[in-house]
């Protein structure tokens, strides 16, 4: 990554550190009450446990999982904890990442949470999100654009689908108690993943 994988997870805590209080009031309209405290509270662990001098994107990013798995309370570890690794095991040793890659990160760390969550596109989750962003990412890879202009079409994507987690009703975790009562509500999942891929998208920028 151009400014490297350590700034990148660094930008990452910080953006998700900036909007802990709004990912939280989102999750007290339709769940726990904690999703940008345990996020924020993730991160903060996360970068005490790694190095400014770390270039092994894969292990940063297997490091990453694995703290978050630890720390991040309800579904939200488990699942963020398993789309880092997931991530990881495709970048073992590299210190740079093409488009390929990303391509292939991307669809990992969805095929991983749908695995973990058992969860698909539609549910009002983060996968509504994440999908859109993905799709959009490899749609503008194969037209030949380059990194950065995939990753702008890519939270483009994912901006309109946490729009659409307004529109439907939840079929997942504690919002689903909700019934359609959820609608109405952006999922707070799909928000900070799309919190997450600007925090990248700004760091390929350099």
Do not use: W
Not at 32 to 46: E, K
Not at 101 to 112: P, V
């Amino acid at each position: 990554m151009p400014s490297g994988i350590y700034e990148c997870i660094s930008l990452i805590a910080e953006r998700i550190a900036d909007n802990k209080d709004f990912l939280t009031e989102l999750d007290r309209e339709i769940g726990d009450s904690d999703h940008g405290i345990n996020m924020s509270r993730g991160f903060t662990a996360v970068m005490e446990k790694l190095s400014p001098d770390e270039s092994d994107i894969g292990a940063v990013l297997k490091k990453t999982g694995m703290t978050l798995l630890s720390k991040v309370g309800g579904a939200s570890g488990p699942l963020y904890g398993t789309a880092y690794m997931e991530a990881g095991k495709l970048t073992v040793g590299k210190t740079d990442i093409t488009t390929e890659d990303m391509k292939s990160i991307l669809e990992a760390a969805i095929a991983g949470i749908q695995k973990r969550g058992k969860a698909v596109k539609g549910e009002k989750t983060m996968l509504d999100s994440l999908i859109p962003a993905s799709e959009s990412f490899n749609k503008k890879i194969a037209e030949g654009a380059d990194m950065v202009t995939g990753l702008e079409a890519a939270c483009e994507s994912a901006r309109e689908g946490v729009e659409y987690t307004k529109t439907i009703i939840a079929t997942k975790g504690r919002a689903s108690y909700l019934g359609e009562r959820s609608i109405g509500h952006q999922d707070p999942g799909a928000t900070s993943a799309l919190i997450t891929l600007e925090a990248i998208r700004d760091c390929m920028k350099g």
